[in-house]
């Protein structure tokens, strides 16, 4: 019961954290002088995506405790992560973070679950936004890619230019309730991980050669018949 509650908590905090620092952001340019109606409006909008997508996260966890099968739509990939760099902009620009997405390999659409599929991409890009929060001697980088290994599995890696971690916890790091950072849950990666084995995937992380780390998944490509 303890593991389900702070997984609902991990889960709902991102995008109402997300509400939050766009509704203050909204109140900032009504205060300007002169005001901007434009961004203001913009940080509404964006209000009104993220209320939705703790909507959408309430609904998937729902369905994850019922076993539902995944709601699965026909998408681009390199859509689902454009949605979460737009998600995740403000705060990786206060962060002096630059974000990249590649396609190694032509990627024809594929049956995705949008808000599964987000999920996993969001927590995976936000720990690596928190592991270069303390870099100073080097770029803050993150790059995404995104490719076929020529076995049907959609592979998705997260490479950062942070902190990385020490080998010996490299399976560690996936349990729940263990974390390295002195505010965490413990979580992100050990829902993540629930959820890309749900869809018959894997997920697991590597030490980079020069800085950082890298996480990586596969999932079985579903295409359109």
Known sequence: MGELAASIAHEVNQPLAAVVANAQACTRW?????????????????IVRDANRASEVIARIRGFLRR????RIL???????????????DLADRARVSLQ?????????????????QQIVLNLVMNGIEAMS??????????VEAYDDGNENLVIEI??????????????????FYTTKPSG?????????????????????R???DFGATFIFSMPIVRAS
């Open 185 to 205: 849950m413990g979580m992100g990666l050990s829902i993540s991980r629930s959820i890309v084995e749900s869809q018959g995937g894997r997920l697991w992380a």
């Open 134 to 143: 303390s870099v100073g001697d080097r770029p803050r980088e993150m790059l």
């Open 207 to 209: 030490v980079n050669d």
């Open 159 to 176: 490479r950062d230019s942070g902190i990385g971690f020490t080998p010996d916890i490299a399976d560690r790091i996936f349990d729940a």
């Open 30 to 46: 009504l205060a300007a002088n002169p005001r901007n109606d434009r961004e203001a409006r913009n940080a509404v909008d964006r």
């Open 68 to 71: 539902d099968d995944p709601d």
């Open 101 to 117: 997405f590649q396609a190694r390999s032509a990627l024809d659409p594929t049956f995705i679950d949008r808000v599964r599929m």
């Open 75 to 89: 998408l681009h990939v390199a859509d689902v992560i454009t949605e979460v760099f737009d998600m995740v902009r």
